[in-house]
């Protein structure tokens, strides 16, 4: 097989096949039409991981890439170092997202060159911008984010982290460096699917999961001298694992470090309490909207008795000979909380120039119908 940008290997499972693209897409190397012609060759009965390492490159060869990988379907995308701009895009075509953990996703707006007048420039323009909504569409398509975010944060050029990545859902999962990182992660992640529903409730979680630890899990110390220096090791790649998630909720709670040391609670205890507590919410929250539900049952029987009583005086009048009263108009107490689309966006960009994402993002969930783009 001649030099190219891309490769196929058996993996250690003789059921297993890896295909790698270590380098930039398209005319730089071979074309989408010759690496698609290999990866369709893959039988069926295959598990694919398709691993990435590379700057981007052509939109339509990544596109036909893409495409490719979608309509297998159950490939697993390995983000080894970097997924930048096309590749990036082709991430999202995976069943299954992975990244390394010092991996990179980079996402931003398609750029092109153009020879001609200025009808040519504007030409191009257009062209660029229906491209864009293409890319904005795979992302949503995987990212837990409005479009408009993802649009913003194209127009930035935004660099991700992996834990960043996992947090706002372009991936799916984080491949640790250590086992206390991947306990980290799993405890950051169950700790933001809490903080997106129920902020409130996220500091007595915290407290009430580290209440289950050891005092030397607590203050993250190891206690066998000979395990200081993977201690060091492991810890920092914990930190930087969890800072983006409950230190971000807060500072004053202890936060449990996975793979605990000797005498702490176990992961999976863990992990028991945390699903424990999101159960608990769910019943919560569904016990929440029966009350509400029976609150707009109570409503409406006022409104049909208010009703009977106007019906009642207006009968007594005319028998009476006395002139109606005017009527006062019925308030409708809804109308003064409708919002148009307009101010649900600036409440929802209020919110994220404040630097409440988390609240953002459960605005814009509850508030999807009514916003337009």
Do not use: C
């Not at 930087?240 to 205890?269: Q, R, Y």
Request: hydrophobic fraction near 40%; charged fraction near 25%; proline fraction near 3%.
């Amino acid at each position: 097989m001649e030099s190219k940008w891309f490769n196929f290997r058996a993996a250690a499972d003789s059921d297993a096949v890896e295909v790698l693209i270590y380098d930039e897409i398209g005319i730089w190397g071979v074309d989408a039409e010759t690496f698609l012609k290999e990866f369709k060759s893959i039988p069926e009965n295959k598990q694919v991981t398709l691993r990435l390492n590379s700057p981007g490159g052509s939109v339509f060869d990544g596109w036909g890439i893409f495409q490719a990988v979608k309509e297998r379907g159950n490939v697993t995308v390995m983000v080894d170092g970097l997924a930048a701009s096309m590749a990036s895009v082709i991430a999202m075509a995976g069943s299954k997202i992975k990244m390394s953990e010092g991996a990179m996703l980079m996402i931003h707006n398609p750029w092109s060159l153009a020879i001609g007048d200025a009808e040519a420039m504007r030409h191009e323009a257009d062209v660029l911008d229906k491209i864009k909504e293409g890319i904005v569409g795979a992302y949503a398509s995987r990212a837990d984010l409005s479009n408009e975010d993802i649009r913003m944060m194209m127009d930035e050029e935004t660099w991700l982290t992996a834990p960043e990545a996992l947090e706002q859902g372009f991936i799916s999962e984080v491949v640790s460096f250590s086992e206390k990182t991947q306990a980290a992660q799993a405890y950051a992640k169950a700790i933001h699917q809490i903080a997106d529903k129920w902020p409130e409730q996220v500091p007595s979680v915290l407290t009430s999961l580290a209440g289950g630890m050891s005092t030397e899990a607590k203050d993250n110390k190891i206690s066998k001298p000979e395990e200081q220096n993977s201690a060091v090791a492991t810890q920092e790649s914990s930190d930087s694992s969890v800072t983006d998630s409950a230190e971000a909720v807060t500072e004053e709670i202890p936060k449990p470090i996975g793979g605990h040391p000797a005498g702490s609670a176990p992961v999976s205890d863990i992990s028991q309490k945390i699903q424990a507590r999101f159960d608990a919410f769910e019943t919560e929250i569904s016990n929440l909207k029966t009350s509400l539900a029976d609150a707009e049952k109570d409503v409406e029987t006022f409104k049909a008795e208010a009703q009977q009583v106007k019906d009642e005086m207006k009968r007594l009048e005319a028998l009476a000979g006395v002139a109606p009263a005017t009527e006062v108009p019925e308030v409708d107490l809804a109308a003064g909380s409708a919002k148009t689309s307009n101010e649900l966006w600036d409440e929802y960009r209020e919110l994220k120039s404040k630097g409440k994402f988390q609240e953002a993002s459960a605005f814009y969930r509850e508030h999807k119908a009514e916003m337009t783009d």
